[in-house]
């Protein structure tokens, strides 16, 4: 069964960092790009980043560029996206989910205290 698995999220204070794995399994995502998402208490789901299926080429929101990187471990059977998160802030808050291939992970809560 394809799926995708989130995990690292967590309770971190501003300006402190962390790092979330997506991992794929079933053979989910080995030809496509992933992509992280989130979403705020109250807002919609917003982009926040995404790596090719080769791992040469990512695009990152202008929300998080320069604190947030994304990378991908495709040389492992398990096929993991990582979101490296740095210099948070409260406005980070929310769920984060990765996505690859139409499918969607249950989301790990990411929560930023100030």
């Known amino acids: 069964q394809e799926q995708l698995v989130e995990s690292g999220g967590g309770l971190v204070q501003a300006g402190g960092s962390l790092r979330l794995s997506c991992e794929a399994s079933?053979?989910?995502?080995?030809?496509?790009?992933m992509n992280w998402f989130r979403q705020a208490p109250g807002k919609g789901r917003e982009f926040v980043a995404s790596?090719?299926?080769?791992?040469?080429?990512?695009?990152?929101a202008d929300s998080v560029k320069g604190r947030f990187t994304i990378s991908s471990d495709n040389a492992s059977a398990k096929n993991t996206v990582y979101l490296q998160m740095s210099s948070l802030k409260p406005e980070d808050t929310a769920v984060y989910y990765c996505?690859?291939?139409?499918?969607w992970g249950q989301g790990t809560q990411v929560i930023v205290s100030s």
């Open positions: 996505t690859a291939s139409g499918l």
């Open positions: 079933g053979g989910t995502s080995s030809n496509f790009g």
């Open positions: 790596i090719n299926a080769n791992g040469d080429t990512t695009l990152v």
